[in-house]
T-cell receptor, first 117, second 113 residues
């Protein structure tokens, strides 16, 4: 497709269960980012992937959070043993490789709204 | 990344121009100025970005001060659909370097009919 696709769009889960969120970036975009946005709050960076480089996991809030990316395509964000404070919209963004002296805009998906009950 | 400062909120009337200010006094020579907006219940949307010269695209114009310590996003004729939170973000650009966008609180723009 033309944009960043995320699934599911909504997910309700019971506290303690594991969830897996999926992101399909734009074809050819080498960089992929995950953000979290709690209700009424700004975006919090979680993790980013750039080609075959080691991912930057500096934003992951705990070891219950992990993410993988297959090459330069699909990424999955996994939250284990979900807690109520994990309830948020999880947003994925992708961008093409940045050439020296130029900047590229990020394209965001519509997000997955996660509700932990 | 260098910090940006924006007003918490602004109001505009429909079909009038809107000037959204952003201060970035600690900007460095390698920082691009990016603007994104987030409509209710949607992910952020890229609006425009620039380095030194003013920029125009189909969505908006970006006016950058000569010393680059401030910039203004200009919506030439506000519509109800432009009601959103507007984020001004600085991003470094090196050859091959990637990194995340650091979102502040942005400016919540309300558009009155």
């Amino acid at each position: 497709g033309a944009g960043v696709s995320q699934s599911p769009s909504n997910k309700v889960t019971e506290k303690g269960k594991d969830v897996e969120l999926r992101c399909d970036p734009i074809s050819g975009h080498t960089a992929l980012y995950w953000y979290r946005q709690r209700l009424g709050q700004g975006l919090e960076f979680l993790i980013y992937f750039q080609g075959n480089s080691a991912p930057d996991k500096s934003g992951l809030p705990s070891d219950r959070f992990s993410a993988e990316r297959t090459g330069e395509s699909v990424s999955t964000l996994t939250i284990q043993r979900t807690q109520q404070e994990d309830s948020a919209v999880y947003l994925c963004a992708s961008r093409p490789i940045m050439l020296q002296g130029r900047g590229y805009g990020y394209t965001f998906g519509s997000g997955t709204r996660l509700t932990v009950v | 990344d260098a910090k940006t400062t924006q007003p918490n909120s602004m109001e505009s009337n429909e079909e009038e121009p809107v000037h959204l200010p952003c201060n970035h006094s600690t900007i460095s020579g390698t920082d691009y100025i990016h603007w994104y907006r987030q409509l209710p219940s949607q992910g952020p949307e890229y609006v425009i970005h620039g380095l030194t010269s003013n920029v125009n695209n189909r969505m908006a114009s970006l006016a950058i001060a000569e010393d680059r310590k401030s910039s203004t996003l200009i919506l030439h004729r506000a519509t109800l659909r432009d009601a959103a939170v507007y984020y001004c973000i600085l991003r470094k650009n090196y050859g091959g370097s990637q990194g995340n966008l650091i979102f502040g609180k942005g400016t919540k723009l309300s558009v009155k009919p």
